[in-house]
């Protein structure tokens, strides 16, 4: 082991006598974290920020009349739209519109039909049909720009729902409200004619009594002398029924039809049975009439007219009294609960809240297993795993893993030069990590749950993928490098990019779980997001055995390679294709 610190503290000597060592050195040290910090500050949270992003509204909406009153459910979304400040809305003409996309000074516009409030409000008028809102997309702005406006027009979709149902519904229940307050107005008409149905109600016995005598006065004709003094008692009942009458006449005159569209069939079923109970008695009270002054100046003359007052009677009574019995009834159903007063209350609402509640009837409680976090923290674990690769990448390229060739030495000391050389690069690594964890922690202040944890993973994951890298370059050259650059792209595509890895291609879920990126991806999430103690145990440990295998096999491979560099070279050298150094 001393032959390897020789080694390191050699290196070491001479990059400190070196200046051009010095700003190497400071530039391998900050290119890592400058990739950090420009990656996390670009995309702290790119579908946060879109106030600038201009989208355009045409809005051609001519509006409808729902309930006599004119609605425009185009302006309302519009209004809804441009008040919100997540995009820069512009409303212009369609030929504007249509000119501004193509000269990319718009990512979209969105046209609202000149039949819209129509078609939307088309299921309240019993005519249903759906509507059609087009938006355009200008794809050249950018690759992501699709699925920006997308996510954006699903959004404004939502929002022009919620406006259509909160216009609409706004509108309904105010004409609700109007007849509730109509309605609460006449109840004190309601409750006297419900109060006259009921007496005469009470005074159907009286009248049946009334028809029983005149049949019964009917019958026995000819004994008139003696029926003269009964017919005074028929008086009495006829007397009685005229009363009933002149109240049935009070609720006909009433304007019960003004109820037909706020109590249904049943005030219409009271109208008409008052009406035609007034109609029947009316004329029997009449006959009646006859039939007496006849009896009492004319006797055949009575005679006729007693007989067809009793025929009058028995015929159009039993219907009178099942219509006076069937309002009677529907009048105690409407006050057994107290239906009027409960339709009023209904009606009479708050029609703000009521509008509010209906447009929007679903609320969607989105709950967090850890502690939310930013698109900024989430991007935090791909932007360190990258940039620790990047810094060894660049390391590699501007310091030499293998001393200069030295024939007489490369076969005996070989795993010791391996073993110093790494110091150095170690070194570096630790100094380049440093800077990166400064930057993420102090200058970005990455919002995260475990720093120290942070700290912890972010040297680790640096170690693993030095051993990695340094094992690669030092066995394989040139050939290393080129392999090392491919694992950086094999390894972006293989854990999913900035996507989840469900979206990925079968193949690069099935390589997924040897990439070690995708392991340090894990173990950055628990320190930043929340620790699962598990997860952070299994994927710690599959990272260590990736370095620990590549490592044992630089050691390993490490001399066979030399040999076989020097045979490379000394084939090589004449054709003046490859540098001085193998």
Excluded at 54 to 67: A, L, P, R, W
Excluded at 218 to 245: F, H, P, S, T, W
Aim: charged share 20%; net charge neutral.
């Amino acid at each position: 082991m001393k032959k390897p610190i020789e080694v390191f503290g050699m290196d070491l000597k001479q990059w400190m006598k070196s200046p051009v060592a010095w700003v190497v050195m400071i530039i391998l040290l900050l290119l890592p974290a400058l990739f950090v910090w420009y990656d996390l500050t670009a995309n702290k949270d790119p579908f946060q920020n879109t106030e600038h992003m201009k989208i355009g509204i045409v809005n051609e909406d001519q509006g409808t009349k729902i309930q006599n009153k004119k609605v425009y459910v185009g302006k309302a979304v519009e209004r809804q739209l441009t008040s919100q400040k997540k995009w820069e809305w512009h409303v212009l003409d369609r030929q504007a519109a249509d000119h501004a996309l193509k000269k990319e000074n718009y990512a979209a516009v969105l046209y609202i039909p000149q039949s819209f409030s129509k078609d939307v409000t088309g299921l309240i008028q019993n005519k249903p049909k759906q509507t059609t809102v087009t938006y355009r997309v200008n794809e050249k702005v950018n690759a992501t720009t699709p699925k920006l406006t997308d996510a954006m027009m699903g959004e404004a979709i939502k929002q022009a729902d919620a406006s259509f149902n909160q216009t609409v519904m706004k509108v309904l229940l105010d004409e609700a409200n109007q007849q509730g307050l109509q309605l609460e107005d006449q109840l004190p008409s309601y409750q006297k004619i419900r109060d006259s149905i009921a007496l005469a109600n009470e005074a159907l016995p009286k009248i049946e009594q009334f028809k029983q005598s005149v049949i019964a006065l009917d019958q026995q004709q000819g004994e008139l002398e003696q029926n003269i003094a009964r017919l005074q008692q028929v008086d009495q009942y006829k007397n009685e029924a005229m009363v009933a009458n002149q109240q049935l006449n009070q609720i006909h005159q009433q304007n019960v039809a003004t109820y037909g569209p706020i109590l249904s069939g049943q005030a219409y079923e009271i109208s008409v049975a008052t009406g035609q109970l007034n109609q029947a008695l009316t004329p029997l009270f009449d006959q009646y009439e006859n039939v007496r002054n006849n009896l009492q100046n004319q006797q055949p003359g009575a005679r006729q007219a007693l007989s067809s007052l009793a025929q009058s009677l028995e015929r159009d009574i039993p219907s009178v009294q099942g219509d006076i019995a069937k309002a009677n009834q529907q009048f105690e159903d409407l006050d057994k609960d107290n239906t009027l007063e409960h339709i009023v209350k209904l009606m009479r609402i708050d029609l703000k809240k009521q509008a509010g509640v209906a447009s929007n009837p679903i609320h969607l409680d989105r709950q967090s297993v850890y502690a939310p976090m930013s698109f900024q923290s989430g991007l935090t674990p791909f932007a360190m795993s990258i940039a620790i690769w990047l810094g060894l990448m660049f390391t590699t390229l501007w310091i030499p893993v293998r001393h200069p060739y030295e024939p007489e030495h490369i076969l005996t000391s070989t795993r010791t030069h391996f073993l110093g050389r790494f110091g150095i690069f170690s070194l570096i690594t630790f100094l380049q990590l440093i800077v990166m964890v400064v930057t993420v922690l102090f200058i970005l202040k990455v919002p995260m749950q475990q720093p120290l944890l942070f700290v912890a993973v972010s040297s680790y994951t640096a170690l693993i993928y030095l051993i990695i890298i340094y094992s690669f370059v030092a066995v394989m050259g040139k050939l290393g490098k080129l392999l090392v650059f491919l694992g950086l792209i094999f390894q972006f595509v293989g854990t999913g990019g900035l996507f989840p890895l469900a979206t990925a291609p079968h193949f690069v879920q099935m390589i997924q779980p040897y990439l070690p990126f995708n392991h340090s991806l894990m173990i950055f999430r628990e320190a930043i997001g929340g620790i699962e103690y598990e997860v952070l145990v299994t994927e710690t440990a599959w990272l260590g055995g990736f370095g620990l295998c590549v490592f044992l096999l630089g050691m390993l491979l490490y001399p066979f390679s030399q040999r076989q560099r020097i045979k490379r070279y000394e084939k090589g050298k004449g054709s003046k294709l490859f540098e001085s150094s193998p």
